[in-house]
Structure formats: C-alpha cells, structure tokens
C-alpha cells in the first residue's frame, strides 16, 4: 500500500516535470513567433503625447522679451537678453539651464505672447554640463523680416519727412509769393 | 592510419614517392586542426547570435538590429574583437599556471571531442570504433579544465562554481552515458557514421526513434542529461549568475573567458550530433535519400562514394545534402537547448542532484531495459 502510493508520486513527479516544461516551452514558443512589442527607438518612436513636458521650444518672432517666464521660473533658470530699437529686438540669448529645470511648466503660462512651449524632445544628453545650458534662439541678432520692416518704417519715414518737407517749401513759397503782391 | 579519411587518400594520391607517410598524416592533422578551429569560432559565434535572437523573441524584443545591417548578423564579430582587446587579467592571489591552462585545457578537450564528429559520410577527422565514448569522455574532461579554473582564481565564487560542476557532472555522467547505450544497443555500433549508416531505408525515415518506442523516453532522457552536461540553463548552477557572479569564469576576462564560452556552444553542437546520430536519423532524411538515389550508385561501408550514379556525376552533391542535414539537426537541437533555457528557471543545487540521482539515472536504466528486452524479442 505505502509502496504503491510512494510508485504513484515518482510517477506523478515525472509526468508533472515534462508537462509543465511543455507548458512553459509552449508559451514562450508563442511568444518567439509573435512581432516583438518593442521599437527600434532612435529609428522608430512611440507617439509621445502631446501634453508631455520636454525640452522647451521658442516661437522667436513672437517673443517680446518681458521677462515674463523668467520671472514665473522658480529655480530662475530662464535669462534672456535682447537690444531694444525701436519696436524691433536685436536677440542675444535666451537661455534655459536644463540642470536646474525640473518642467514644471510654469514659465509657459504667463506668457502674454504664448511664445514658449514645452517640446516632447526628452533626450538631452552631453559629455559636458556646460551644455546642458541651453540657448533656445533660432537666431541672433535681429530677424530678417524686423529689418525689413525697420528699413520700410526708416523709408516711410523719410518719404513722410520729404512730403512734409516739400509741403512746408510749397507753403513758403505761396505765403512768399502772397506777400510779393 | 584511418582507412577512408578522404584528406589524407587525397595527399595520398597527389604527394610524391619521396615525402613519407607521416608527413601526409601531419598534413592531414593540420588541416584537420585548423577546420576544427575554424567551424567551433564560427559556430560559436552563430550560436551566440542565435541565442541572442531566440531570446530576444521570446521576451518579445529584437535582439541585436545594429551591426552589420542585416538583424545585427556582425554582433558577434564585434563582440569577438572587443574580447580580443580587454585586458587580460590575472588575479593577484591566483595561481598562474593552472589559472592560464584551465581555458586550454577546456577548449582543447572539445576540440578533441568534435574530431569524433562526422561532417559527411566519409568526411571526418578521425575514424574512432568507439567514437561516442571517445567524444563522451572529452567533453567530460573539460569539467577538469573547470574545477582547475575554479580553484585557481583563489575567489569563492569560482570554488562554488566549480564544485557546482563537479557535483553536477558526476550526477549527469551517468544517465547521459545509460540513455545513450538504448540507441547503442539498436545500432550495434559506438561508431557514429555506422550508426547513421544503421539507420538509412524507409526513404530516410528509419531513425532509431522510430524503430523502438522506447529510444523516445530515451531520447528525453538524453536531452536533460546533455543540458546538465553543457552546463545549460536550467542546469547552470556552476556560473549561477544571480548566486555566484559568474561561477567559476568571474575571475576571467577578455579573450580567456571566450574561451570557457565557446566552450558551452561548441559542447551544445556536439552533444546536438550525437542526439542527431543516435535517435533521429544522423545524415538520413527524404533529401539525403533523394540525393543518393540521384548521385550515388555504389558507396563503401563507411559512406565514402565508389561509384557515382550516371545521373549527374557530382557525387559530391550527395555529401553536402548528408552534411547539412545532419548540421540542420544539431542546429535545431541547439535551438531546442535555447528555447528550454529561455522558459525555465534556474533549479536549486539539491533540485539537480535529485533529479540526476532520483529521477534521470533509474529511469534510464528501466529504459534501457526495455529496449533490450524489445530488440530481444524483436530479432
């Protein structure tokens, strides 16, 4: 009796062995014939969503360099520097220290402009911390319709000051001539 | 010399009256040496990039994608070139010599092992009437190489590792070499290109599985024993990595510790073609059949080609189809090896020795008792 059931558990040990292994070998077969869920990630991205907080970006055009997010940033992170002429910004730097910024999103709200953005660009690496002191211009110095407009406004002006010229000389003359007569 | 080794009848034939005969046979070693040397770097090499694929796949990843273009194919050969570059360590407290010759002696007995194996009827290095036990008892030595590399390092992670080793292959030894007399005792041979022979017929079906129901539990029975032999998961408790680092290979690195690694895929090739040649088929199979129906009208005993068939006359046609067939076999038995260490866990020490001692070794022996009554009553 306690040798038949002792015969019965070896048998059942062995059975249950090669059957779990099959078990187990038929899942993970499954598995190795199944597309990987994974993605091959510098070629192919997952969709990031489009309230992800990543590396800032800057509507550069629009900006009118109120310190406004400068201001709201508490870690100060954000400095920006630019050269008033007239209503035109000649741009030096606006930049954003990617050490201290923890993307909390408080500098995009203040904006009067909404000119900043939170990006969905998260990879920010660098060998060196320097870099990691980041300039979010798209270019320095004055934008190229700026000087445009600059130069129209300087011709407009100048056109202006000559109608006005002439008409004060057209005005001197008929009052000189009236007082020939 | 060995009657039919096709290298050195060529030199044989080609050689002057001057050169003497154990110049031919040097040769012949050499080229032999070298084409051993060659097919384990490559064939670890592959195997090391499958095992990285299958695993890749079965945890639903790639695997390597970068190198070399086509699903990272290179990997392996930057990885070898890597290895070539680190620097080769040696312990302070280790004892040199034996800590240097461990990784020789690891690889050299594997080496030695696969001059037993058959590449293609009537291609081989060595002709061995007891070709198994031959390619048994070298690949046993390389637990020697192991238990040295443990006890050199002068680390306890590789004394773990390698009595580990010692403990396991003294368990498994045992049913490898009892599951393997089943098949023996059908073939009537120890020599593998005669029981490949043993098994042509049945338009290359007649594989000793499916000639006696019980070479099936043998063949299980087989395969466990060569994972526990290989040092595979779920058996390799000797480089343990979770327990013991890396068992007895943490105090290696760089190109001494490739070593002990194309060591585990050579052994897994080879313990795959004597699985291949002893339960199912070795070169048989409906193409092997098909290409000696076309090719072959006449071979010796020993699978060389006397006569080609007037159909082609490329004899040699019918040796490649052999020799793939059996390599697609190992090669699929290797697989089988990855997709077992990919699902199971590692079992604990005393899970091993009871397997080995309680469970492989008796019922082994009731299998090879079966079979002999079988062929008994059979003939």
Redesign the interface.
């Known amino acids: 009796m306690l040798a038949s059931s002792a015969v019965r558990e070896y048998l059942t040990n062995v059975w249950d062995g090669v059957r779990t292994t099959l078990v187990g070998m038929r899942i993970t077969g499954r598995y190795l014939l199944q597309k990987p869920i994974t993605v091959q990630y510098p070629d192919e991205r997952l969709p990031i969503p489009d309230r992800y907080r990543g590396i800032h970006y800057l509507e550069q055009e629009k900006c009118i360099n109120c310190l406004a997010c400068a201001r709201a940033c508490p870690i100060d992170c954000i400095e920006m520097d630019a050269i008033r002429h007239g209503k035109e910004l000649e741009w030096v730097s606006f930049t954003l220290d990617y050490q201290k910024c923890m993307f909390c999103e408080l500098c995009v709200y203040p904006c009067p402009k909404d000119c900043i953005h939170m990006g969905t660009e998260f990879a920010y690496v660098s060998f060196d911390r320097s870099e990691f002191v980041h300039d979010l211009l798209s270019f320095k110095g004055m934008a190229p319709d700026a000087k445009v407009r600059m130069r129209e406004a300087k011709e407009k002006k100048a056109l202006k000051e000559a109608a006005k010229l002439a008409a004060k000389q057209a005005k001197d003359e008929s009052e000189g001539n009236g007082d020939g007569d | 010399m060995q009657h039919g080794n096709l290298v050195h009848e060529l030199l044989s034939g080609v050689a002057p009256e001057a050169v003497p005969e154990w110049a031919t046979i040097l040769v012949t070693a050499v080229i032999g040496v070298s084409v051993l040397v060659g097919l384990v770097s490559v064939l670890a090499m592959f195997s090391v990039w499958l095992e990285r694929k299958?695993s890749?796949?079965?945890?639903?990843?790639?695997g390597p994608?970068y190198v070399g273009g086509w699903h990272g194919w290179a990997q392996s050969l930057a990885d070898g070139v890597k290895l070539l570059m680190k620097e080769d360590m040696i312990p302070l407290g280790a004892d040199r010599v034996l800590f240097v010759l461990a990784p020789a002696l690891v690889l050299g007995s594997i080496f030695g092992a696969m001059a037993a194996m058959p590449l293609a009827p009537g291609f081989y290095f060595a002709d061995i009437n007891l070709g198994v036990f031959f390619i048994l008892g070298m690949s046993a030595l390389t637990t020697i190489g192991v238990i040295m590399s443990g006890w050199a390092s002068n680390s306890k992670w590789s004394l773990y590792g390698a009595m580990r080793e010692a403990a396991q292959v003294v368990a498994y030894e045992i049913p490898l070499g009892i599951s393997l007399l089943a098949p023996l005792m059908v073939a009537g041979t120890f020599n593998l290109l005669e029981a490949s022979e043993a098994q042509s017929g049945w338009f290359g079906m007649k594989w000793f599985v499916f000639q006696n129901p019980f070479l099936i539990p043998a063949a299980?029975l087989f395969f466990v024993a060569a994972l526990a032999e290989t040092k595979r998961a779920p058996f390799d408790l000797p480089e343990a990595e979770s327990e013991l680092v890396a068992g007895f290979m943490t105090e290696y690195s760089g190109i001494r510790w490739s070593f002990f690694f194309m060591e585990e895929y050579a052994a897994m090739f080879l313990m795959s073609i004597v699985g291949a040649v002893f339960f199912f088929g070795g070169f048989e199979s409906p193409f092997t059949s098909l290409a000696e129906w076309a090719f072959v009208a006449e071979s010796g005993a020993d699978g060389v080609v006397t006569e080609a068939a007037g159909i082609f006359e490329l004899p040699l046609l019918y040796h490649v189809t052999a020799g793939t067939v059996l390599a697609a076999k190992a090669l699929f038995g290797v697989f089988l090896m990855m997709?077992?260490r990919?699902?199971?866990p590692r079992v604990r020490i005393d899970q091993v020795m009871t397997?080995g001692y309680k469970?492989l070794t008796p019922?082994a022996l009731v299998v090879v008792l079966a079979t002999g009554f079988w062929e008994l009553i059979l003939s």
């Open positions: 299958v890749g796949h079965i945890q639903c990843r790639y994608m299980v997709w077992v990919w699902t199971l397997m469970y019922l």
